[in-house]
């Protein structure tokens, strides 16, 4: 089998000697190289795709770049140039990995091809934004970030044995990615030629948001369903998950979304910490992908440390979850505003959606033993959500706590009753 290709992004007319260092630990693990070298300031030469070509593949020259003038509209330019021929690359098979390097303006070149590239690849980015905040530069896929610990300015004792270890974890990745696309590539010839063409199909995909206060209900409906033989993902709803299943669910053909934490939303509403911006929910219902909406985690919104959040909500009932999280109970009023978003969100769906409302609570914090607990909520909220609902979005009320197993086998059960497409209204 022919040795793996890693495609290497890193300007050179600032970062020759690390890049030389990074190309050889590279080789030496057993891969070849080919470097894009996205550089604006100087053609240094060597690379397998130089800057000239970056700039071709955007639509111009990189004369007419370097006139730009300005480093942001410069680096635009490349990042559009550098996309383009990555994905040509990658569609002719061309590499089984993508590292890059570099600071601010190289991670945000880096990162952006790798975000244009599908979930899988693997994807490793030595920056120095690493150590900071990296949401800008992950986004919603699957990205390594290695922090180098100094600049990525000459090479030291210490960022050596750091790109020594990036070098080796992205070639162990991109060889064991050569070796899963070569046996997919093999079976799926195998399977081409076969007398009998009746492939089983994949798994049916369903994606869950959801919350460490809601795991009890997410993991009973999680295996619910993949006994009954779907495919499940679970994302983690505290700003970036949720915006990840949106992507997921644009991207792939997926079953149905089952919304079972709403805190990104009520954090949108109120300001809160995991707040995921005014399009959060709304990927699978433009696709008309089935949905169910349960009110996990509506008892509480995410605060910082605790001053700071009694001071931007007073008067409330708090919990300290852990020195960085307060989380702030909702009252019935906050409770409606959550019901007016989530129904405004519904109103953009294309195809069936439904409630299942819990009457015993809606997280660990909202139960007997919880420090949210308010039994008096889940009823009259209910009732809000059922009289501003169009009559033909389905609302099922469940007699129990959203932990309780009750309550996800009926999660459960209104997922397979949705999937199987009957209709049903109030």
């Not at 030469?45 to 480093?71: L, N």
């Not at 300001?271 to 929910?281: E, I």
């Not at 699978?284 to 009694?310: E, W």
């Amino acid at each position: 089998m022919a040795k793996p290709t890693v495609l290497f992004i890193a300007t050179k007319d600032t970062k020759e000697a690390e890049i030389a260092l990074i190309r050889s630990y590279v080789e030496e693990a057993g891969c070849n190289v080919i470097h894009m070298d996205p550089s604006i300031r100087a053609k240094v030469g060597g690379a397998e795709i130089p800057p000239d070509q970056v700039a071709e593949a955007a639509g111009t020259t990189i004369e007419d770049v370097r006139a730009i003038g300005h480093e942001g509209e410069c680096l635009g330019v490349m990042i559009k140039g550098a996309i383009a021929l990555a994905i040509e690359a990658f569609s002719r098979q061309e590499f089984s990995a993508v590292l890059s390097l570099g600071g601010s303006m190289g991670s945000a070149l880096g990162t952006s091809v790798m975000r244009a590239l599908p979930y899988g690849v693997p994807k490793v980015m030595i920056s120095t934004m690493a150590s900071g905040y990296t949401a800008p530069f992950v986004g919603t896929k699957d990205i390594i970030m290695v922090n180098p610990v100094t600049d990525v300015s000459g090479l030291n004792s210490i960022n050596r044995e750091v790109y020594r270890n990036a070098a080796l974890a992205v070639a162990g990745m991109a060889k064991g990615y050569a070796h899963n696309q070569a046996v997919l590539t093999v079976k799926d010839t195998a399977r081409a030629f076969a007398d009998d063409q009746a492939a089983t199909p994949d798994r049916p995909l369903i994606l869950i948001g959801t919350l460490g206060a809601t795991e009890q209900c997410t993991r009973r409906v999680r295996e619910g369903l993949e006994r009954r033989g779907f495919e499940v993902m679970i994302f983690h709803t505290v700003g970036r998950g949720g915006p990840t299943l949106d992507a997921i669910v644009a991207e792939r053909n997926v079953a149905a979304v089952l919304e079972l934490s709403w805190t990104e939303i009520v954090d949108e509403i109120f300001g809160g910490l995991a707040a995921a911006g005014p399009d959060r929910a709304k990927a699978g219902l433009r696709k008309g992908v089935p949905t169910i909406f349960a009110p996990g985690n509506v008892d509480f919104m995410l605060g910082g440390d605790y001053d700071d959040t009694v001071r931007r909500f007073p008067n409330r009932r708090y919990h300290r979850h852990n020195p960085a999280i307060t989380a702030v109970r909702t009252t019935l009023d906050d409770l409606k505003k959550i019901g007016d978003r989530i129904v405004e969100i519904t109103a953009e769906a294309k195809g069936p959606v439904r409630f299942v409302m819990p009457l015993g609570g809606y997280s660990y914090h909202d139960c007997p033993t919880g420090r949210l607990y308010e039994p008096t909520l889940p009823a009259p909220f209910a009732d809000y959500v059922r009289s501003i609902l169009p009559e033909t979005v389905p609302l099922t009320e469940v007699a129990h706590h959203i932990n309780d197993a009750a309550f996800a086998d009926a999660v459960v059960a209104e997922t397979l009753d949705m999937l199987s497409g009957r209709t049903t209204t109030r």
